[in-house]
């Protein structure tokens, strides 16, 4: 299994940025995956989560502003990201086998990230 993210940047606050994940060794469709930040300096944050069955999740603090889908077809997971502020820096992975905020992130297969800079 691989992943590799992609669409990260430098944008200014209240941007919008399309972050991407191409895998390769599974279906996504019938995976679960997940997207986490690590800001600067401090540990991984789940963001997003979707399930087998298309169920999403959010952190409290990026619910409404960010959006994790699959396209099955490209095999390839998506996070969309409005609204964008100056803590929402840091390198973001995404991540398969982690199925929601309470699977153990030790379980899951992870890309390399990719930079997301906000400035103020």
């Known amino acids: 299994v691989q992943l590799k993210e992609s669409g990260g940047g430098s944008v200014q606050a209240g941007g919008s940025l399309r972050l991407s994940c191409a895998t390769s060794g599974i279906t996504i469709r019938r995976a679960c995956m997940a997207w986490f930040h690590q800001p600067p300096g401090k540990g991984r944050e789940g963001v997003a989560f979707?399930?087998?069955?298309?169920?999403?999740d959010y952190s409290d603090s990026d619910k409404g502003r960010f959006t994790i889908s699959k396209d099955n077809a490209k095999d390839t997971l998506y996070l969309d990201m409005t609204s964008l502020k100056p803590e929402d820096t840091g390198m973001y992975y995404c991540?398969?086998?982690?199925?929601?905020?309470?699977?153990?992130?030790?379980?899951?297969?992870w890309g390399q990230g990719t930079q997301v800079t906000v400035s103020s």
């Open positions: 991540a398969a086998g982690i199925c929601d905020r309470y699977t153990d992130p030790r379980s899951g297969v």
């Open positions: 979707i399930g087998q069955t298309d169920k999403t």
